[in-house]
């Protein structure tokens, strides 16, 4: 008998140390509080959103009485649709007061991120306005559920079952956005499938976007602008046909009558192969003003992305300002220009684009890549705040000193109708929905500084890690050095000192230097853009190469133009430098490159070592799943370091120093290495 009390015993307490386990997989992300609390919280309005906060308080706050609190517009107008003033004791009582409901939302999810942060304090006094009015997911998700770029998975929109079935995470991702400020999303790729626009999908888009009102969340979509002749069956979709108007128009109203709340549309024309206004001899402003026009009486904004090239002479990185530059001033004001943080694509370290700030009369915003294309996929660790923050706090010139592109883009220097800041999203199916669980940090760090673009990238880590694994100041410490030291380390293993677009062809993953592809778009290739030869390497933009630094105002175009004032770590962004040329390090180029791979790679190692000291104090499940992946990262690193330095070599025909590892690949097996996206991420590929 006491040996079967002792089984039973034995038996539960295995049963729940494996729900503790499996409740440990990541799904939860940042938002692991119990919700056993029995708090009382009143509120002076009902309505859905109101309802949602009054649910998180009570059954997550473990402190006095919370009041909701809507109060009049006069006394609450410097706080927008989305501020809140938070006040109070957490002992005594704390009132929530916003202007809007949204307010409310984000002030109870303040409150409870306080308290799951461990930073309450006796005396609250708050007040919180976010930066930019539209902060955004735009999700590069195919119809078919494939996602461009993706790498956790399948895409969370289930069309197959919509609307009929709703999957309980589409409620799951907007709580999780609104914990953080984010209130939109664009559920589709701007590789945009005209699909998407007819009744069947709109209906599919309506149930989402019921599913994420309540969070705050407003639905935006892309849009494929042939989708008039390939949708509607028009002889063509130039903007100036009053067929095509009324055609987008009648769109746009059929859109509202199902959503009333609809946002507005995301477009990708005349970039890489899709169709748009110059299609028709048309400008990219005819085109966007067309559908803003459509938009207009709605309140729908459309942001039409500034990143256009094709494969002429011009340098890539010169494309989008020639391009934009002449139409400045000619947008309706529901239109935004959506720009990438770099002139380039998305790599790991890139100048700031010169766009931002040359365009004087119309609004511009931030795109960002939150899914790791250029930055070792869902397989290493890097934590992306530092990376968005050097582009927010990059200096224009634009108005003078301190015109930061964060101050250019928020409104400070420029009032715009409309502000807004997008992320390219990482999540998929995947159970703890980004592949990596630290790549929930990058969400969770887009979020909060799209909300505050002035917190710290080490403040955000710090909130981050103390929600998603525990606030033992043991794990803390280390792991927010890790995490801070992640970014630089893969710019080091994969791309010092401004080198950039060395992956391997179309996948983006790991390095193909030797690139060259024939019969492909030679801007696509890697040699473009390093431009190896026996003098040096890297891109000459300067006035005697492709003269891109002319693109920045002054001092900028001087400083970037000069090799002896460059900021290093974009020496080979802006210069073709000779092999032997002297950095300040007093190392020849060919030295400091090398030093630089083999310092990537040390640090991949050490980001490794932080995580193995960490083991004690991670459930052990995200503790190993941490862990494989970072082994992964460690051996990327160090293919990278060969494949680079080998190939280079071939060039400077220098010796690699002898105080740094000697390269453990022969380039010869590194040329014939070759695998998909698919491969990289089932770690089935040799080097
Ligand atoms: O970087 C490139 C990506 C494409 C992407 C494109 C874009 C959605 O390789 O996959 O297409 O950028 O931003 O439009």
């Not at 009929?164 to 953080?180: K, L, Q």
């Not at 923050?389 to 108005?399: C, F, G, I, R």
């Not at 909300?451 to 909130?463: C, F, K, P």
């Not at 460059?566 to 000779?578: I, T």
Request: net charge neutral.
């Amino acid at each position: 008998m006491k040996k079967l009390l002792l089984l039973t015993l034995l038996g539960l307490v295995f049963v729940a140390l494996s729900f503790h386990m499996r409740a440990e997989d990541g799904s939860r992300l940042w938002l692991r509080a119990d919700a056993t609390a029995q708090a009382k919280v009143t509120a002076n309005k009902q309505s859905a959103i109101v309802a949602v906060a009054v649910k998180e308080l009570q059954t997550q706050w473990r402190g006095a009485p919370v009041q909701l609190k809507i109060a009049r517009a006069k006394d609450t107008q410097a706080l927008g649709k989305d501020g809140y003033t938070l006040a109070g004791n957490p002992q005594t009582g704390v009132t929530i007061t916003a202007a809007g409901e949204q307010g409310l939302l984000y002030g109870a999810y303040h409150l409870l991120r306080l308290q799951a942060t461990g930073a309450l304090t006796e005396n609250l006094r708050i007040t919180e306005i976010p930066k930019y009015q539209v902060r955004i997911l735009d999700h590069w998700d195919n119809l078919d559920r494939s996602i461009e770029r993706g790498y956790a998975g399948r895409s969370l929109w289930e069309w197959e079952r919509l609307p009929d079935t709703i999957s309980p995470r589409y409620a799951e991702y907007a709580r999780a956005n609104a914990s953080i400020g984010i209130n939109g999303s664009v559920l589709n790729n701007v590789n945009a499938n005209p699909q998407i626009l007819t009744p069947e999908y709109l209906a599919k888009v309506k149930a989402i976007a019921g599913i994420f009102r309540p969070y705050g969340l407003k639905v935006y979509l892309s849009v494929n602008f042939a989708s008039p002749k390939t949708l509607g069956g028009l002889p063509d979709a130039d903007p100036l046909n009053k067929e095509v108007i009324q055609w987008w128009k009648n769109k746009v109203k059929e859109i509202y009558a199902l959503i009333p709340d609809f946002g507005g549309f995301l477009v990708k024309a005349n970039s890489e192969g899709q169709s748009g206004p110059q299609d028709y001899g048309r400008t990219h402003a005819d085109g966007a003003n067309m559908l803003a026009d459509a938009l207009k009486p709605y309140k729908g904004i459309v942001m039409w992305r500034a990143f256009v090239y094709s494969p002429t002479k011009e340098d890539r990185a010169k494309q989008a300002y020639q391009e934009f530059v002449p139409l400045d001033g000619k947008f309706r004001d529901n239109v935004i220009i959506q720009i990438k943080n770099g002139p380039v694509d998305f790599q790991p370290r890139e100048p700031f684009s010169p766009l931002f700030g040359a365009l004087q009369h119309t609004q511009e915003m931030i795109e960002f890549q939150v899914t790791q294309e250029y930055l070792g996929f869902s397989n290493h660790l890097v934590y992306l705040a530092p990376l968005f923050k050097e582009t927010l706090e990059s200096d224009t010139y634009a108005n003078g000193p301190g015109s930061t592109v964060a101050k250019i883009t928020d409104g400070t220097l420029r009032p715009a109708k409309v502000t807004a800041i997008a992320g390219v999203a990482n999540t998929g199916d995947s159970t703890n929905w980004c592949g990596h669980h630290f790549a929930q940090a990058n969400w969770y760090a887009f979020g909060r500084l799209a909300w505050n673009h002035e917190l710290t990238s080490e403040q955000i880590a710090d909130e981050w890690l103390r929600m998603t694994f525990t606030a033992d100041e043991n794990f803390i410490r280390p792991a927010k050095e890790l995490m801070l030291a992640s970014r630089e380390a893969c710019v080091d293993y994969m791309m010092p000192l401004g080198l950039h677009h060395i992956f391997s062809f179309n996948a983006h993953y790991g390095p193909q230097p030797w690139g060259f592809y024939p019969g492909g778009r030679l801007d696509w290739m890697p040699v473009y853009y390093h431009k190896a030869d026996t003098i040096g390497v890297g891109f000459d933009r300067t006035g005697a190469g492709s003269d891109a630094v002319s693109q920045y105002f002054p001092p900028l175009n001087e400083i970037y133009g000069d090799i002896a004032r460059c900021p290093e770590n974009l020496l080979l962004w802006f210069h073709h430098v000779a092999w032997t040329y002297k950095l300040k390090s007093g190392n020849t180029l060919w030295d400091e490159l090398c030093y630089r791979y083999d310092r990537g790679v040390r640090e991949a190692r050490d980001l490794q070592k932080a995580w193995d000291r960490l083991e004690h104090y991670v459930d052990a499940e995200r503790f190993a799943d941490v862990q494989s992946k970072l082994q992964i990262q460690t051996k990327d690193a160090v293919w990278w370091k060969d494949a680079c330095l080998l190939y280079f070599q071939t060039f400077s025909k220098l010796p690699i120093p002898y105080d740094i590892e000697r390269p453990i690949h022969k380039l010869d097996d590194l040329y014939r290495v070759w695998f998909t996206q698919e491969d990289a991420l089932r770690n089935n590929y040799k080097h």
